[in-house]
């Protein structure tokens, strides 16, 4: 499969537990970003990698979100003490200069509880 | 900051062609896309216009023009699996790759 990943593709857990996600980009694609897409609404942005070097951060990103990226290839994004407002798909994509387009990968469904 | 705006709702019968407006007020650009997304699944790639003018894919055609802050997606020869949200994005010019999305477009295509 070439295309990209997310693990896992669901998880549910309590206010205040720490949760991460995995995402491995399209192998020849050198940037990735993060998403977050609530019901109704379109995707938003929350950081961007390029390589291992992390080049912005939304304000949506609060102290208790932080994305990395060590090697250039997978990213993980872990929240920390989840709140009920974390709810919501986290989406993963990947680009290249020369794909055009982002390409996204099939979201982490994250449920607080 | 950006807006983005496109209708909520748009229902059209099976074999009919349906637009999907698009308008967006930025403060940089770097290129208009539109993807497909099916309800519970990720959103795909459909098209990307940078430049005024129309791209063709298949059933699918963008257009797109810069000093109207306007694009359009025509889907063609409406499928029932056409049925999906249709997100319009604009790639801020302040930040390569970062894209900003509307609330997207809800198609429904009835028989």
């Known amino acids: 499969d070439t295309g990209v990943s997310q693990n896992p593709r669901h998880k549910i857990t309590k206010r205040g537990q720490n949760v991460t996600f995995r995402c491995d980009p399209i192998s020849e694609h050198n940037r990735l970003y993060w998403y977050r897409q609530t019901l109704g609404q379109g995707p938003e942005f929350l950081t961007y990698f390029q390589n291992e070097a992390q080049l912005e951060k939304s304000r949506l990103l609060s102290d208790r979100f932080s994305a990395e990226r060590p090697k250039g290839s997978f990213s993980t994004l872990e929240i920390q003490r989840t709140e009920q407002g974390d709810s919501a798909m986290y989406l993963c994509?990947?680009?290249?200069?020369?794909?055009?387009?982002?390409?996204f990968g099939p979201g982490t469904r994250l449920t607080v509880t | 900051g950006q807006n983005i705006d496109q209708p909520t709702e748009m229902t059209a019968t099976e074999g009919a062609i349906v637009q999907i407006n698009c308008t967006y007020q930025t403060s940089g650009f770097n290129g208009l896309f539109w993807y497909q997304q099916h309800a519970g699944e990720a959103p795909t790639f459909l098209s990307y216009?940078?430049?005024?003018g129309l791209e063709e894919k298949g059933r699918f055609s963008s257009f797109l023009s810069r000093s109207k802050g306007y694009s359009y997606l025509l889907l063609k020869e409406l499928q029932m699996k056409d049925s999906a949200s249709y997100l319009c994005a604009v790639r801020d010019g302040d930040s390569w790759g970062k894209l900003q999305f509307g609330a997207g477009t809800q198609v429904v295509v009835t028989p």
């Open positions: 994509a990947s680009s290249s200069r020369t794909s055009g387009g982002s390409y």
């Open positions: 216009n940078v430049l005024d």
